[in-house]
């Protein structure tokens, strides 16, 4: 829910008033009334420096703890195949592990290992989807060093087991999204 990714995401009532500021300036062009021109981009001022609030508002103390869970979620997309700690992530959050699982679970809704499963879990399935692999060169790819224990997770959390899900996948039937 808090997917940063460096882009301004606005509230609600952020994202009225810009249109409020927008239909201002809009209203000013369409009609030309004297001083129309000044009056747009006197409007398109106001709206830069609203913006600039609302961005500046978006790295507050408060905000920060989110900010650093966006770049462990990054970190683990691209290294979820490697062997990861929920300290060694709490320490790339700069947060004690207590609080760093805290507020994972709550941007998240999963705790670390179970967000991570779920991601090696997909990433397996884009693999078998695809035909690049067969299913324990799947499991291997994604992090998992038993491969009885990736089939056990993958039929429990997917709903087959990878094999079928592999054969299912040539008649496009995916159970996947739903992890």
């Not at 829910?1 to 209203?27: C, G, T, Y």
């Not at 000013?28 to 830069?48: K, N, V």
């Not at 997909?122 to 994604?142: D, F, M, S, V, Y």
């Given at each position: ?5 460096s882009r ?28 129309y ?5 006197a ?27 966006g ?19 709490a ?10 699982t ?46 009885n ?31």
């Amino acid at each position: 829910s808090h997917n940063f990714k460096s882009r301004l995401r606005l509230e609600p009532e952020e994202l009225a008033e810009v249109s409020r500021i927008l239909q201002l300036a809009e209203d000013e062009l369409s009609f030309q009334t004297p001083g129309y021109e000044y009056m747009a981009c006197a409007h398109f001022m106001q709206l830069i420096g609203f913006l600039s609030r609302c961005y500046a508002g978006a790295f507050r103390p408060e905000s920060r703890p989110l900010l650093r869970l966006g770049g462990v979620l990054s970190f683990l997309e691209e290294h979820h195949a490697e062997n990861l700690s929920v300290g060694e992530l709490a320490k790339m959050a700069h947060m004690s592990v207590s609080t760093f699982t805290r507020a994972f679970n709550k941007a998240t809704g999963l705790a670390p290992a179970a967000f991570l499963l779920r991601l090696r879990l997909r990433k397996a399935a884009e693999l078998l989807k695809r035909g690049e692999c067969n299913c324990t060169e799947a499991a291997l790819r994604t992090g998992f060093a038993d491969s009885n224990y990736f089939s056990r997770m993958f039929r429990r959390l997917i709903g087959v087991n990878p094999k079928d899900y592999k054969q299912s996948a040539r008649t496009k039937i995916s159970g996947a999204d739903n992890i």
